[in-house]
Structures are given as structure tokens and as C-alpha cells.
């Protein structure tokens, strides 16, 4: 239905029987076809008089007369029709009749005659302000977190132990001649040494060696071996580290 300006009259409800509120009722022979009607019925409506408005939906009510508009007291009473008369001689009036707009819905919520509509809808809108200001928060508090919050600071690494140390330095080591065995384990370090400068000769030692003292900041590590003391300090290398070797004769071997 369009808008439009029609001369309807308004029927006196018979005795016994109520308009639902928030609906007005009309004879389904003022639309064309079954699609109109479809269309229509359920749906909010604009009704004016004399610069007054209501909104109602539509219900179809066929012992209606063709022309017959049956509405409550408090419609009747916004749009001026119980002073005029005409409802109780059931003379034409001149009312206009559109749907309403989508922009009007807030308003046919509002201003609807039961309470409990209107309560429904207050508690509605209160919940969606509601959760739009908590979702508003909860997007500051994402945005600036990085600026309140209190930063995290890891705690200093702990520099290693002996026997980390000495694991770190078990292994094959190899020089020009020499092939050095190290174990580090149960807080003494075996070494097998051994050497073959002579091609035809090699000599192989062994030691039980105790750690005396370990140097995080240099990566050495000095140890008692059966000979004297054994200075050994670890340098990372490009391809691997490098292991240099100090003898109690001073002499220094670097193995890889």
C-alpha cells in the first residue's frame, strides 16, 4: 500500500470483544490482490488526523464493512475521532494511511500502547548501548595496552655450571697429529690423548681429570690432571667451535 488519503469509517468494536493493542484492523478487499494483502498484513502503519499520527500494525478482519477501520480508544483518541462523532454515527473520516518507513520503527516501538512492548524495548536498546560501549573499551584497551601496561622483563641468564660446560666440550677433537677424547661426566673429565707426529708411531694417554675452576666470561675451564694443569677454552669457530688447549709445558694446540 502506498500512501494515500482515504475516507474510511470507524467501527465501534461490537461489546465483548477488544482490539489487540498496537494493531488496527481493515477488510481485505481495500487490496488488490493476495500478494498485496500478504505483503501488508503484520506490518506497521502510519495513520494521521488532523496533524496527529499512530502507528499500528495491520490485521485483516473480513466482518468488517469494505470501507470500515477498526482501531483502539488510545488510536482514537490521538487522532481526534472521539470528539467528532463520527464513531458513534459512523461517519466517514478522512485519514491517511501509509506503512510506515524503517526510520519509524524505533517510534512504533516506542510509542506502542503496551507496556511490556515498550519495556522490551527500552531493555533492548539499553543492552546495545551496553555492549557497544564494552566492546568500545575493550578496543582501547587493545590499542593502548602497549602503552599501560607494565613491561616483562626476562630474568638474566644463568650463567652455565661445570658440568654443562663439560658437556658442551665432550667429543672428538682433532689437530694436525693429535686426536683428543674428552667425557664429562659425574664431575670428572676423562681425556684420551693421541698423538702420532711419527708416522709409523702413535702414543696414547690417558687421564682422570678433576675441574679446579670454571671462567663464564673467558668460556675456559681449568683443569687437575695427573700431569699439571690443563687450561681449556672453547672459541666458536665458522663451521664448528674450536677447542685451544694449554699444556703445563705452555705449549698450545687448537683442535677442531
Known sequence: MHSSQRSLSVIVIPAGERQPPGWF????????????????????????SQGERVYRALEFRSDLPTNG??????????????????????M??????RPAWLSEYPRCLWNHPSPVVRLSFAITVLA??????????GFSAQRYGAATSIPIVDPAPRPPDTMTFLKNMAGEWRSA??????????????????THADPDVKHLDFYAAAPVHL???L?????????????????????????VVTYPDKQQVVYE
Open 92 to 97: 466517514p473520516v478522512s485519514l491517511g494511511l
Open 69 to 90: 477501520l477498526a482501531l483502539d480508544w488510545q488510536a482514537r483518541n490521538i487522532l481526534g475521532l472521539d470528539q467528532s462523532g463520527a464513531i458513534a454515527e459512523c
Open 219 to 243: 668460556n675456559q675451564i681449568e683443569l687437575e690432571t695427573p700431569v699439571g694443569r690443563w687450561l681449556m677454552r672453547l672459541v666458536p669457530g665458522v663451521r664448528r667451535a674450536k677447542l
Open 25 to 48: 484492523a481493515m477488510h481485505p478487499d481495500n487490496f488488490v490482490n493476495d500478494d498485496e494483502r500478504h505483503a501488508a498484513h503484520g506490518r506497521w502503519h502510519c495513520l494521521s
Open 177 to 194: 697429529d693429535e686426536l683428543l677424547t674428552i667425557q664429562g661426566e659425574k664431575g670428572v673429565v676423562e681425556i684420551i690423548r693421541q
Open 215 to 217: 671462567d663464564v666470561a
Open 128 to 137: 546495545l548501548i551496553v555492549a557497544v560501549l564494552v566492546a568500545g573499551l
